[in-house]
């Protein structure tokens, strides 16, 4: 049980939420229930040390995961997916409420781990699924009304505590919305995965290219994991003609890669990587 409430199994490498604490709660009840405390105890304990000396020692890009989740995956895992959605249509008031809660605990969060490690990051990351294969999880209209406000927020106060850009993870088509993330502040996109709806790559260079960075779009489900070697080398490089052109791609597989993905296979996305992924472009 993690210290949202929330029940919590690992299953092989992820992790699956087993219980919803307030399925069955009332508006009432939101006040009352024992929110996580950013503050509470020392969660940046030898952070600060250790994100110095990477960025002292080290010529990598920092890269920071402060939150296991967003405000809109918080909501649901607190509520159940079924409800918070049916919430956000006829129970407003309380989807609001739920997510203006969720969010002042991130924003908390945030703070704490920023103060730790603000100055010697390069990219932060803010996880938060919007999209499923075939499109958004909710509406355009629905997020911008109640997801993008608080988004919006949330990143103003990071970008008030860091210089870092910040790296939205979102599975699946999330082209509708893509506009919006730019226009609020999201600098990088993740993990672009390319057989989801309208998530194209040459699609999306075309039309969003010249105003985010574009992270992942290696098909790790089919290709890494089933194609042959000539396939992998085949897909990176036409993920780099495709996404790199003039900047903004940093190559990666679209997802996590699963253990039955051939070794040799790895081996050729990055050999092929170092082969031809660097600017200026050799493909």
Not at 131 to 145: C, D, K, N, Y
Not at 217 to 231: F, S
Not at 241 to 261: R, V
Request: charged residues 25%.
């Amino acid at each position: 049980v993690n210290e949202w409430g929330i029940t919590i199994k690992r299953v092989g490498p992820y992790i699956q939420r087993m219980s919803h604490p307030l399925a069955g709660a009332p508006t009432s009840n939101l006040e009352s229930y024992p929110w996580p405390d950013p503050y509470k105890g020392d969660r940046a304990s030898g952070l600060k040390e250790k994100a110095r000396s990477l960025y002292e020692t080290t010529d990598y890009a920092i890269f920071a995961d402060a939150v296991n989740g967003g405000i809109f995956e918080y909501a649901q895992h607190l509520r159940g997916m079924d409800r918070f959605f049916m919430d956000m249509v006829s129970n407003k008031d309380f989807a609001e409420a739920l997510l203006d809660r969720v969010l002042e605990v991130l924003m908390g969060l945030f703070d704490v781990y920023l103060n730790a490690v603000g100055e010697y990051i390069q990219i932060i990351l803010y996880p938060d699924d919007y999209g499923m294969q075939t499109g958004l999880l909710i509406s355009p209209q629905l997020f911008r009304e109640m997801i993008k406000p608080r988004l919006k927020k949330l990143i103003d106060f990071i970008k008030g505590k860091t210089k870092a850009k910040i790296m939205l993870h979102s599975d699946g088509s999330i082209y509708k919305i893509i506009n919006d993330l730019i226009k609020i502040g999201i600098d990088i996109l993740n993990p672009c995965q390319p057989y989801a709806k309208d998530m194209e790559p040459e699609k999306l260079k075309e039309q969003f290219g010249d105003k985010v960075v574009f992270h992942g779009a290696i098909d790790q489900h089919k290709i890494l994991r089933e194609g042959t070697v000539e396939e992998v080398k085949e897909e990176v490089h036409r993920k780099i003609k495709g996404l790199a052109s003039g900047g903004g791609y940093i190559l990666a597989p679209a997802h996590n890669i699963e253990e039955d993905t051939p070794v040799e296979n790895l081996m050729a996305m990055y050999d092929s990587a170092k082969k031809c992924g660097q600017y200026s472009i050799r493909c």
